[in-house]
T-cell receptor, first 110, second 114 residues
Framework: KNEVEQSPQNLTAQEGEFITINCSYS?????LHWLQQHPGGGIVSLFM???GKKKHGRLIATINIQEKHSSLHITASHPRDSAVYIC????????????FGKGTKLSVKP | DTGVSQDPRHKITKRGQNVTFRCDPI?????LYWYRQTLGQGPEFLTY????????KSRLLSDRFSAERPKGSFSTLEIQRTEQGDSAMYLC????????????FGEGSWLTVV
């Protein structure tokens, strides 16, 4: 069974701080997604990674396939970044099944 | 707006009733997924379609649940004889396989069984 573990579960930061959210998984994957979910349900895809590093604005995502680990970084955090950040992996043993972590609830205080 | 539409957004139903949710994907997206999410948890996979073919079903999908995607476009998820444990948000997501695999989620359909 592939487990996706995220840490921390909850994170409170002051505006401007550098944020790191971690994701570890247990078996081979074909891709890893970082998602953002705001209150009320809407989920937005931030990144899809199969190797290396991607950057979009203040967001940076990295993945280490050998260590089965990914991180999402937010630079110069802002209160509008407050949301739940979810790591999801496309399991290599299934062509379609995305397995999700439980999410990290981020709250950025002004 | 991601382009994936779900209807209804909210549904309150009495235990034992049947409910149906609809998902309209982004046009030409060949993969469509259904997930269930309860408060404080990440989404859990229910089933997915490649065009009109249902390729995988989770063990979470009991025989009271059925999903269809008859023409490879919109999909429906029906829950028969609802139970209070079915209360959750039902999420639809779609992607165009081979296009970078960016996945797009709908806003979800909240079900409350009373």
């Amino acid at each position: 069974k592939n487990e996706v573990e995220q840490s921390p579960q909850n994170l409170t930061a002051q505006e401007g701080e550098f944020i790191t959210i971690n994701c570890s998984y247990s078996v081979g994957i074909s891709a890893l997604h970082w998602l953002q979910q705001h209150p009320g349900g809407g989920i937005v895809s931030l990144f899809m990674l199969s190797s290396g590093k991607k950057k979009h604005g203040r967001l940076i995502a990295t993945i280490n396939i050998q260590e089965k680990h990914s991180s999402l970084h937010i630079t110069a955090s802002h209160p509008r970044d407050s949301a739940v950040y979810i790591c999801a992996v496309m399991w290599g043993g299934s062509q379609g099944n995305l397995i999700f972590g439980k999410g990290t609830k981020l709250s950025v205080k002004p | 707006d991601t382009g994936v539409s779900q209807d209804p957004r909210h549904k309150i139903t009495k235990r034992g009733q049947n409910v149906t949710f609809r998902c309209d994907p982004i046009s030409e997206h060949n993969r469509l997924y259904w997930y269930r999410q309860t408060l404080g948890q990440g989404p859990e996979f229910l089933t997915y379609f490649q065009n009109e073919a249902q390729l995988e079903k989770s063990r979470l999908l009991s025989d009271r649940f059925s999903a269809e995607r008859p023409k490879g476009s919109f999909s429906t998820l029906e829950i028969q004889r609802t139970e209070q444990g079915d209360s959750a948000m039902y999420l639809c997501a779609t992607l165009l396989q081979g296009s970078g695999n960016t996945i797009y989620f709908g806003e979800g359909s909240w079900l409350t069984v009373v």
